[in-house]
Every structure is written in structure tokens, then in C-alpha cells.
């Protein structure tokens, strides 16, 4: 990508985040006039920094539960969609059970856990696998169904076992529809991390903000939040990253159908 | 059975079950001969079986009764009808496809397939992928990927219909003078007279449903054939002859 | 089109590609899971005693650290724990109940109240107290300062910020009811910072804690007039307590003698040593409370000289009377169910609730 591409590509998002930055700092200022309720953004940023150790203290097991619940999720989820495109019995078995995880209400479960599991990173790994996983099974299970019937067929002709089948036809093929599921999850995966650190933990981001929310410092939970919401967007850009490194001709396909118009 | 034909089928017969009913007879004693580096076409009305034929060559369907006699171990290269090819792969590496799949090292299958590129039209293109390259040129690479597969027999099912006229005059064009060079034995499924006519050595009329070949014509126009070979009288009257079986045998 | 795009050479092997990006999330997510023993966890360094085995004991909180919990964190700071052999890990808050927790048997002890405890101990929870905290009240009912309401009667159509507990309703009609008011409000269920609405004018009162809200509404120059609930005849609640299960005393029983002993010692030296306590308190949890010096400081102050000692100056006792004056309150206002949820047809034993079997011999002497 050029730069003055990348520079096209980001200029509007950056520009209406000012204009929401300006219009909160103006709001808190002149508006709310209460840092308890609203805290302006100067002051978000600069109690944030202040307390830069006591959020990357917690940050830290709650980046670690984000990553280790969404390996296991992935994990599981490549399992699941596999043995659910060699098994049409397996399809019909695990499906309906995927659909159901993605209704379980986290918020409500997350104590459950708890009690279950106790406090220690167990629960919260999967509870961000809980959250995660139906977006990643479902995509890849879709991505393996799509794969074309005749590519099937020219590769038996040729002699192809099933598992070379899949290995050098079905899963490639999937793969643009396993990151748009990537992507859905990733989002949902700190948010995850952070409703299982409410249910009960010993630090994270999730109880950082409930004690910051009962010492009074509104300007702290935003902070958090920020820093949150940074994260979100930093797992995000990460997942089109990879999926440019991985999936290279997919750009030939959209400047390939651009140049036949 | 003779040894003379590469390819031969003897009483093919072929049906599909049909729950509740009697099965659905699709074959009915097909025979077809195919001779060392020739061209046999083979033509039919719609929904006469082609496709079963196709597939029971391909080995991909076990017939009914009959036999399918292919000279050597490795059986038939296939073509499908749409070129198929990965686009996650470049035209190099699906060329190399049906040689990865039979066990060669990617390294040693490239160095395989790198002389045929020049010959396809495509020399320069091996790096590119498949959303880069107009639909002639994907046909070619399709064949390329067939012809990389090193079998005695290749066999193209319509590998022109998807493409323009104009592109597929073009490409009938230069898969007779590209045969001329090397000589494969092919079995070419369509339902073009012309292309069928202009291509090749003989042609293979199948009877609507259940199928078998009711009349075989040697087409013995001179080769190498070329643009010119369209305007020969006895090409005028060979597509004449076809078209009046093929009408006869639908009807 | 008969050029190539671009003929350049070979692309990247994307089959490498893959594994390399699986090896790197697989080398992240290793480790992630090997990096967890250092940084959080082990917060408490294993003060090794002369080899002796330490007896593992956890307490879950029952909010973010504050003054109530002043005692724990000295007795922590000030190794009275590790001297009577006792490994503490401090389980903090989150949204799942210390009640459940330890009738669950996932926390050995937790802080809990009064109401609270009776209510999990007659919904069929193993739970049990152990220790007074706070012997006086540590709820009462606010209003603005400003407010035209200078008696509790004045409530009476007024709209109430609560936090949904089944004790409020009848806690607060009762008060109103003895300073001559007919008990009749509107109830919202806020559970959020309750003088942040009565100054944001969603509500006319609340029941914030003197020790701590009451204290930040004065820091932040929006002050509270506050009723004290005991003036009007409402029976004084245990607001802090230590409970325990009873499958737990019976296992451990001397560890739990050990560690009351301990406790008691840290409430004993934060009622004499406010300031001291106070800053060992923050130093504890100075990610949390550094924010906030002065309002735990005034809150210390306040738990030392009101708080902490009975009448007779002693630390953690529970008294009979008391605990059955609050579960028959209870009993008698239909808050207390069973496991089903069916109000209970006999008022609960309060020797069930609660016991003094476990304090030092100095305090139940």
C-alpha cells in the first residue's frame, strides 16, 4: 500500500474521532461541569498516564486471557469444523450445539463459572472461547461448504485422497471466510475477558475498572475503557494484516473484476 | 480386446437408483474406440449421458456393467468444463496441481512444467494468479494442467463452450496446431459440430438416453489443419453429414 | 492483456506463510500460558518460616479494599499471618457474591453483612459468621444537604435510589414509620453511585454508608444530610463481617483460630494506629487507593474511633441479642425465603448464624 493510499484510507475515521474528542471535551467543559459524571477526554488522558503502571498491571492478564481463551478457541474451532465437513453426522450433531453457545449470555454464566471453576485463568479462557468460538466454527464450517463440487471432482480424478482434498483445496478456499469470522470474534474476545474478570479475578482490566468505579474515579474508568477499546482496534488492524500476508491474491481478485468493468 | 486403442470401452452399461422407481438406465452397451494420438470426439444430444461417460472415464463412477479398458497404470487426465483453476495458487502452481497430487516434489514439477509455457501461450504468466488472466488464457492453463499430468489420454469435456466465439475459434485454432506437435490421444466431449469436425480424426455420435454410440465417422481432412481448412468443401459436408445424425437420432 | 501483469518473480509460499503465523501464535499463546506464574498471582511472598509448611488461607472481599478491610491489610502488611503460619490470599471482589462463594467452598472466608449472611445461611447456604467488623451500623439514609427534608417522615412520596436488596424496602418504611411518616415511596434500583443521583435530581434519598460515600460526597463539596436508622428504634446490623462455611471450621478448625487471632490483632492495631493503618491499607493497594488518600484517611479516622470496638472496647465479638433482634426483624417483614424461594415459616436459630467460637481467648473471655 502507498502511503497516500493509506493516508486516503484513514483520514476519515481519524477525522470524525477528533470531531467526538473535541465535542466531549467541550460537553464536559462547558456542559456536564462534573468530572464525576463526565469526565473530559484531557482529563481521561492525563489520570490514565498518571496510573499508566496500574493499568498495564492489569492489562497484562487480561491481554493474557484474551490470547490464551482465543487459541483455544481457535483450536477447538478448527477441530469442530473439520471433523463437521468430513462427518455429515458430526454437521448435524455439533451445529445446532454451536448456535446455542453463541445465545448463552455471558454476563449470566460468567459467576456460574466462578463458583465452578474457582478464580483462577481456567474460567476466563473459556468464557472468551465461549464468546468467540461460534463466529470462527461458523465461518470455517461455511468456508469448507463452499468449496466447488467440480474442483472436488478434478482432484479425485487425479487421485486424491480426502485429506489432500482438503488440505489443498477446501481449506485455502475457506480461509476468506475464515477471517471475516476472525474478525467478528476478535472483537468479542477482550469484552469477553473483561465480563469473566467481573464475575470474580485478582486483577485485570475487568476489576480495575469496577474498583476504579467504587473509589469514585470516573476519569480512570474511561481511561480503561480507552484503553480497551485501543486494544479492540489493535487486535482488529492485526487481522487484516494477516489476512493481506495470507490470502495475497484476493487483491488480484478485486483489481482483476475492477479492470473487466 | 485388441491392444491397438489406448482407450477402449466395451458394452458399457450405466444406471442411477431411483428410490420408489425402477432405476433410470443412462448407458445402454456403449462402445468407443480410441486409437493412439488421435482426436475422438464425442457428440450427442443433451442429456444423453455425456457427463456418466465422462465421469466413468475419469474414474470417478464405477459403471453397471461393461468394461473401460485405458492403456497403462495412470488412466485418463481430465479437463472440466470450467477451468478450475485455485485462485489462491498461481498458474505455475496450479499447473503443477495433478503432478503434486501424484506424488512429485514442487521443486521437480515446476522444472517439469516450465518448457510447456512457451508452448501455451502463457510464458511470463507463471506467476501471476488465475483473477489476472483473461478466460482464453485460463482455458489454456486449465489444459496446461492437464497436459502437465503426463497420462496416456487426455479427456477435455467442453473445454471451449464458456469462452466467446470469437475466443474459441482462436483456441480450437491453436489446440490443432499445438496437437500437431505433440500428438496426444484425446477425447474431446461436445456439443459443437464444427469444432468437433474441424478437430478431430473421429467422431463418436451418442443416441439420446440410454446412450450408446450409433455412428462412428473417420474425419480424414488433411493435417496440419488451419484457418483454411474451415472453408474445404469436404469439411462443409462432413458438419452436413453430423448434423443430419444428430437430428436423425434425436428425433 | 497478452502482457504479463507483473512477470517479476515467484510469490510468497503461502503454505510457509501459514506456519509461520501458526508457529508465532502458537509461540505467543505458549507464552502466555508460561508467563502467568510471574506478575500477578503470587502477590503474598512466601515468607519462608524456619521451613515450617504455611496453611493456605483464602478470603474473598466483598468490594473494592477499603477501611473495612483496614485490619486484613495490616495484619497482611505487618506479617501477623505468616507469624501464626498462615499463607492469606486476598481474593478481591467481583461480581459474584462472597456468600456464594464460600457456602461453595471456593473461599475459605469472605466478608459479607449481616442481612446478607442470614438470608444465604436460610436459603439453605453453608455459611456462618465468625467476626464482627463494624460493631455499629455502617448504612444510613441521605439526602442532599440542601434538601428541605429534615426528618425521615418527610420520605414519605419521595423517590428512593436503592440497590435492590429485599432488606431496603422494609428497613426504610420502618424508619419512616417511627418518625411518624406512613412508609409509602417510590423505589428505583440504581446500583450505581446512589449521591450521584440524588445531585443529579434522579432521586430524593439513599442509603449510602457514613464511612465512605457520606465522607466523598463532603471531599467533592456535594455533602449529605444523613439519618442514623438505630435512632429510630431499627435494630443495629453487623455491617461488616467475616463468615466462614462450617464444612471449613469443622476441617480447620485451628487455622481458623489462628487466623481470627491474626485479624483480631490487625483491627486491634488499626482502631490505636488510624494513620498508620491507613497508609498500610493504601500501600497494600496503591493502584486502587492511591487514587484516593484523603477520603481513606478521614475513613480510617472514622472507623478507629466508632467502628471497630464494642461498647466493652472489644474487637470482633458478636453478640446473641443483637444478631436475634436483626432475624427477627427479618422473619417478621417476610424477607427471608428458603432454597425455593417461599418466605420460611419459622424464624431461623440466630446460634446457627453466627459464632465467637473462633476468637482469641482475650475477646470472648
Same mark, same amino acid.
Given at each position: 500500500?502507498?502511503?497516500?493510499?493509506?493516508?486516503?484510507?484513514?483520514?476519515?475515521?481519524?477525522?470524525?474521532?477528533?470531531?467526538?474528542?473535541?465535542?466531549?471535551?467541550?460537553?464536559?467543559?462547558?456542559?456536564?461541569?462534573?468530572?464525576?459524571?463526565?469526565?473530559?477526554?484531557?482529563?481521561?488522558?492525563?489520570?490514565?498516564?498518571?496510573?499508566?503502571?496500574?493499568?498495564?498491571?492489569?492489562?497484562?492478564?487480561?491481554?493474557?486471557?484474551?490470547?490464551?481463551?482465543?487459541?483455544?478457541?481457535?483450536?477447538?474451532?478448527?477441530?469442530?469444523?473439520?471433523?463437521?465437513?468430513?462427518?455429515?453426522?458430526?454437521?448435524?450433531?455439533?451445529?445446532?450445539?454451536?448456535?446455542?453457545?453463541?445465545?448463552?449470555?455471558?454476563?449470566?454464566?460468567?459467576?456460574?463459572?466462578?463458583?465452578?471453576?474457582? #478464580?483462577?485463568?481456567?474460567?476466563?479462557?473459556?468464557?472468551?472461547?465461549?464468546?468467540? #468460538?461460534?463466529?470462527?466454527?461458523?465461518?470455517?464450517?461455511?468456508?469448507?461448504?463452499?468449496?466447488?463440487?467440480?474442483?472436488?471432482?478434478?482432484?479425485?480424478?487425479?487421485?486424491?485422497?480426502?485429506?489432500?482434498?482438503?488440505?489443498?483445496?477446501?481449506?485455502?478456499?475457506?480461509?476468506?471466510?475464515?477471517?471475516?469470522?476472525?474478525?467478528?470474534?476478535?472483537?468479542?474476545?477482550?469484552?469477553?475477558?473483561?465480563?469473566?474478570?467481573?464475575?470474580?479475578?485478582?486483577?485485570?482490566?475487568?476489576?480495575?475498572?469496577?474498583?476504579?468505579?467504587?473509589?469514585?474515579?470516573?476519569?480512570?474508568?474511561?481511561?480503561?475503557?480507552?484503553?480497551?477499546?485501543?486494544?479492540?482496534?489493535?487486535?482488529?488492524?492485526?487481522?487484516?494484516?494477516?489476512?493481506?500476508?495470507?490470502?495475497?491474491?484476493?487483491?488480484?481478485?478485486?483489481?482483476?473484476?475492477?479492470?473487466?468493468? | 480386446?485388441?491392444?491397438?486403442?489406448?482407450?477402449?470401452?466395451?458394452?458399457?452399461?450405466?444406471?442411477?437408483?431411483?428410490?420408489?422407481?425402477?432405476?433410470?438406465?443412462?448407458?445402454?452397451?456403449?462402445?468407443?474406440?480410441?486409437?493412439?494420438?488421435?482426436?475422438?470426439?464425442?457428440?450427442?444430444?443433451?442429456?444423453?449421458?455425456?457427463?456418466?461417460?465422462?465421469?466413468?472415464?475419469?474414474?470417478?463412477?464405477?459403471?453397471?456393467?461393461?468394461?473401460?479398458?485405458?492403456?497403462?497404470?495412470?488412466?485418463?487426465?481430465?479437463? =472440466?468444463?470450467?477451468?478450475?483453476?485455485?485462485?489462491?495458487?498461481?498458474?505455475?502452481?496450479?499447473?503443477?496441481?495433478?503432478?503434486?497430487?501424484?506424488?512429485?516434489?514442487?521443486?521437480?514439477?515446476?522444472?517439469?512444467?516450465?518448457?510447456?509455457?512457451?508452448?501455451?501461450?502463457?510464458?511470463?504468466?507463471?506467476?501471476?494468479?488465475?483473477?489476472?488472466?483473461?478466460?482464453?488464457?485460463?482455458?489454456?492453463?486449465?489444459?496446461?494442467?492437464?497436459?502437465?499430468?503426463?497420462?496416456?489420454?487426455?479427456?477435455?469435456?467442453?473445454?471451449?463452450?464458456?469462452?466467446?466465439?470469437?475466443?474459441?475459434?482462436?483456441?480450437?485454432?491453436?489446440?490443432?496446431?499445438?496437437?500437431?506437435?505433440?500428438?496426444?490421444?484425446?477425447?474431446?466431449?461436445?456439443?459443437?459440430?464444427?469444432?468437433?469436425?474441424?478437430?478431430?480424426?473421429?467422431?463418436?455420435?451418442?443416441?439420446?438416453? =440410454?446412450?450408446?454410440?450409433?455412428?462412428?465417422?473417420?474425419?480424414?481432412?488433411?493435417?496440419?489443419?488451419?484457418?483454411?481448412?474451415?472453408?474445404? =468443401?469436404?469439411?462443409?459436408?462432413?458438419?452436413?453429414?453430423?448434423?443430419?445424425?444428430?437430428?436423425?437420432?434425436?428425433? | @492483456?497478452?502482457?504479463?501483469?507483473?512477470?517479476?518473480?515467484?510469490?510468497?509460499?503461502?503454505?510457509?506463510?501459514?506456519?509461520?503465523?501458526? +508457529?508465532?501464535?502458537? +509461540?505467543?499463546?505458549?507464552?502466555?500460558?508460561?508467563?502467568?506464574?510471574?506478575?500477578?498471582?503470587?502477590?503474598?511472598?512466601?515468607?519462608?518460616?524456619?521451613?515450617?509448611?504455611?496453611?493456605?488461607?483464602?478470603?474473598?472481599?466483598?468490594?473494592?479494599?477499603?477501611?473495612?478491610?483496614?485490619?486484613?491489610?495490616?495484619?497482611?502488611?505487618?506479617? !501477623? &499471618?505468616?507469624?501464626?503460619?498462615?499463607?492469606?490470599?486476598?481474593?478481591?471482589?467481583?461480581? /459474584? $457474591?462472597?456468600?456464594?462463594?464460600?457456602?461453595?467452598?471456593?473461599?475459605?472466608?469472605?466478608?459479607?453483612?449481616?442481612?446478607?449472611?442470614?438470608?444465604?445461611?436460610? $436459603?439453605?447456604?453453608?455459611?456462618?459468621?465468625?467476626?464482627?467488623?463494624?460493631?455499629?451500623?455502617?448504612?444510613?439514609?441521605?439526602?442532599?444537604?440542601?434538601?428541605?427534608?429534615?426528618?425521615?417522615?418527610?420520605?414519605?412520596?419521595?423517590?428512593?435510589?436503592?440497590?435492590?436488596?429485599? @432488606?431496603?424496602?422494609?428497613?426504610?418504611?420502618?424508619?419512616?414509620?417511627?418518625?411518624?411518616?406512613?412508609?409509602? &415511596?417510590?423505589?428505583? /434500583?440504581?446500583?450505581?453511585?446512589?449521591?450521584?443521583?440524588? !445531585? $443529579?435530581?434522579?432521586?430524593? &434519598?439513599? @442509603?449510602?454508608?457514613?464511612?465512605?460515600?457520606?465522607?466523598?460526597?463532603?471531599?467533592?463539596?456535594?455533602?449529605?444530610?444523613?439519618?442514623?436508622?438505630?435512632?429510630? +428504634?431499627?435494630?443495629?446490623?453487623?455491617?461488616?463481617?467475616?463468615?466462614?462455611?462450617?464444612?471449613?471450621?469443622?476441617?480447620?478448625?485451628?487455622?481458623?483460630?489462628?487466623?481470627?487471632?491474626?485479624?483480631?490483632?490487625?483491627?486491634?492495631?488499626?482502631?490505636?494506629?488510624?494513620?498508620?493503618?491507613?497508609?498500610?491499607?493504601?500501600?497494600?493497594?496503591?493502584?486502587?487507593? +492511591?487514587?484516593?488518600?484523603?477520603?481513606?484517611?478521614?475513613?480510617?479516622?472514622?472507623? $478507629?474511633?466508632?467502628?471497630?470496638?464494642?461498647?466493652?472496647?472489644?474487637?470482633?465479638?458478636?453478640?446473641?441479642?443483637?444478631?436475634?433482634?436483626?432475624?427477627?426483624? @427479618?422473619?417478621?417483614?417476610?424477607?427471608? /425465603?428458603?432454597?425455593?424461594?417461599?418466605?420460611?415459616?419459622?424464624?431461623?436459630?440466630?446460634?446457627?448464624?453466627?459464632?465467637?467460637?473462633?476468637?482469641?481467648?482475650?475477646?470472648?473471655?
Amino acid at each position: 500500500m502507498t502511503p497516500n493510499r493509506l493516508i486516503r484510507m484513514l483520514w476519515p475515521p481519524v477525522l470524525l474521532a477528533a470531531v467526538l474528542i473535541v465535542g466531549w471535551q467541550l460537553a464536559a467543559e462547558y456542559g456536564v461541569k462534573n468530572p464525576q459524571v463526565l469526565p473530559s477526554p484531557s482529563q481521561v488522558v492525563s489520570a490514565g498516564w498518571g496510573q499508566r503502571r496500574a493499568i498495564a498491571h492489569n492489562a497484562w492478564p487480561t491481554l493474557r486471557e484474551t490470547e490464551l481463551g482465543f487459541a483455544f478457541s481457535f483450536a477447538v474451532s478448527w477441530i469442530l469444523a473439520t471433523a463437521m465437513d468430513f462427518s455429515p453426522a458430526a454437521r448435524r450433531a455439533v451445529y445446532p450445539l454451536l448456535v446455542a453457545s453463541q445465545t448463552v449470555p455471558i454476563i449470566a454464566i460468567a459467576p456460574l463459572f466462578v463458583v465452578m471453576f474457582g #478464580f483462577g485463568i481456567g474460567p476466563k479462557i473459556l468464557l472468551v472461547a465461549l464468546a468467540t #468460538f461460534f463466529p470462527l466454527a461458523a465461518s470455517l464450517a461455511a468456508g469448507f461448504a463452499n468449496a466447488d463440487e467440480d474442483a472436488d471432482r478434478l482432484m479425485r480424478s487425479m487421485g486424491a485422497s480426502r485429506w489432500r482434498i482438503f488440505w489443498t483445496m477446501r481449506v485455502p478456499g475457506a480461509l476468506p471466510f475464515f477471517f471475516t469470522g476472525l474478525r467478528v470474534a476478535i472483537t468479542y474476545a477482550i469484552g469477553g475477558a473483561i465480563f469473566a474478570e467481573y464475575a470474580g479475578a485478582e486483577s485485570g482490566l475487568g476489576i480495575y475498572l469496577q474498583q476504579m468505579q467504587q473509589v469514585f474515579r470516573t476519569d480512570l474508568v474511561f481511561a480503561t475503557v480507552a484503553v480497551i477499546a485501543i486494544g479492540s482496534i489493535v487486535l482488529f488492524a492485526l487481522t487484516y494484516l494477516l489476512e493481506r500476508w495470507l490470502t495475497p491474491w484476493r487483491r488480484h481478485e478485486r483489481t482483476g473484476r475492477e479492470a473487466a468493468r | 480386446m485388441t491392444t491397438d486403442y489406448v482407450l477402449e470401452t466395451k458394452g458399457l452399461t450405466h444406471e442411477y437408483a431411483r428410490p420408489g422407481r425402477s432405476p433410470l438406465p443412462v448407458l445402454a452397451g456403449l462402445d468407443l474406440q480410441v486409437r493412439e494420438g488421435e482426436i475422438a470426439a464425442v457428440i450427442g444430444p443433451s442429456g444423453s449421458g455425456k457427463s456418466t461417460l465422462l465421469n466413468i472415464l475419469a474414474d470417478l463412477d464405477k459403471p453397471s456393467g461393461g468394461e473401460v479398458r485405458v492403456a497403462g497404470e495412470r488412466g485418463v487426465a481430465y479437463m =472440466p468444463q470450467k477451468d478450475l483453476l485455485f485462485p489462491w495458487r498461481t498458474i505455475e502452481d496450479n499447473a503443477i496441481l495433478g503432478l503434486e497430487v501424484a506424488g512429485v516434489k514442487k521443486k521437480a514439477a515446476r522444472e517439469q512444467v516450465a518448457p510447456l509455457f512457451a508452448e501455451f501461450g502463457l510464458d511470463g504468466f507463471e506467476y501471476v494468479y488465475p483473477a489476472q488472466l483473461s478466460g482464453g488464457m485460463r482455458q489454456r492453463a486449465a489444459l496446461l494442467r492437464t497436459v502437465a499430468m503426463n497420462r496416456p489420454v487426455l479427456l477435455l469435456d467442453e473445454p471451449f463452450g464458456a469462452l466467446d466465439s470469437l475466443t474459441r475459434t482462436q483456441m480450437q485454432l491453436w489446440l490443432a496446431e499445438t496437437w500437431q506437435r505433440h500428438g496426444w490421444t484425446i477425447v474431446l466431449v461436445t456439443h459443437d459440430i464444427r469444432e468437433a469436425v474441424f478437430l478431430s480424426d473421429s467422431v463418436h455420435v451418442l443416441s439420446p438416453r =440410454p446412450a450408446r454410440v450409433t455412428r462412428r465417422f473417420e474425419i480424414d481432412l488433411p493435417r496440419p489443419r488451419g484457418a483454411g481448412t474451415f472453408a474445404l =468443401p469436404e469439411f462443409a459436408g462432413l458438419e452436413r453429414q453430423l448434423l443430419d445424425t444428430l437430428l436423425g437420432s434425436s428425433s | @492483456m497478452n502482457s504479463p501483469p507483473d512477470s517479476g518473480s515467484r510469490p510468497p509460499n503461502l503454505t510457509r506463510r501459514s506456519l509461520v503465523a501458526l +508457529g508465532l501464535g502458537a +509461540g505467543v499463546t505458549v507464552l502466555a500460558a508460561w508467563g502467568g506464574g510471574r506478575g500477578s498471582g503470587a502477590s503474598n511472598t512466601q515468607a519462608a518460616n524456619d521451613g515450617v509448611q504455611l496453611a493456605d488461607v483464602s478470603l474473598a472481599l466483598d468490594w473494592t479494599p477499603n477501611t473495612n478491610h483496614t485490619g486484613v491489610f495490616v495484619a497482611q502488611q505487618l506479617g !501477623y &499471618f505468616a507469624q501464626r503460619g498462615i499463607n492469606l490470599q486476598i481474593v478481591p471482589y467481583g461480581s /459474584t $457474591a462472597p456468600e456464594t462463594l464460600i457456602s461453595t467452598h471456593k473461599a475459605d472466608f469472605g466478608i459479607s453483612y449481616q442481612d446478607g449472611l442470614t438470608e444465604a445461611a436460610v $436459603a439453605g447456604g453453608d455459611i456462618v459468621s465468625v467476626f464482627a467488623i463494624t460493631q455499629k451500623t455502617d448504612v444510613c439514609i441521605g439526602v442532599r444537604a440542601d434538601s428541605a427534608i429534615k426528618n425521615p417522615a418527610q420520605l414519605d412520596g419521595k423517590v428512593y435510589a436503592g440497590y435492590g436488596g429485599p @432488606m431496603e424496602v422494609p428497613m426504610l418504611q420502618y424508619v419512616i414509620r417511627a418518625a411518624g411518616g406512613t412508609g409509602q &415511596f417510590k423505589d428505583v /434500583t440504581l446500583n450505581t453511585d446512589a449521591y450521584q443521583a440524588l !445531585y $443529579a435530581g434522579q432521586a430524593d &434519598f439513599a @442509603m449510602p454508608e457514613p464511612t465512605w460515600e457520606v465522607l466523598q460526597a463532603a471531599l467533592v463539596g456535594k455533602p449529605l444530610r444523613t439519618f442514623d436508622v438505630t435512632e429510630y +428504634g431499627f435494630p443495629a446490623i453487623y455491617s461488616a463481617i467475616i463468615a466462614s462455611s462450617s464444612h471449613y471450621l469443622q476441617h480447620n478448625a485451628d487455622v481458623a483460630k489462628r487466623f481470627l487471632a491474626a485479624i483480631e490483632e490487625g483491627y486491634a492495631y488499626a482502631a490505636a494506629h488510624p494513620t498508620e493503618a491507613a497508609n498500610l491499607l493504601i500501600q497494600a493497594n496503591q493502584a486502587v487507593l +492511591g487514587t484516593q488518600v484523603q477520603l481513606v484517611m478521614q475513613s480510617a479516622q472514622l472507623e $478507629a474511633s466508632q467502628y471497630y470496638k464494642d461498647s466493652n472496647g472489644q474487637i470482633g465479638y458478636q453478640s446473641a441479642a443483637r444478631w436475634q433482634a436483626l432475624t427477627d426483624f @427479618m422473619f417478621k417483614n417476610g424477607i427471608l /425465603t428458603d432454597a425455593s424461594g417461599k418466605p420460611i415459616k419459622a424464624a431461623p436459630k440466630e446460634s446457627t448464624l453466627f459464632t465467637n467460637d473462633y476468637l482469641p481467648a482475650s475477646v470472648t473471655a
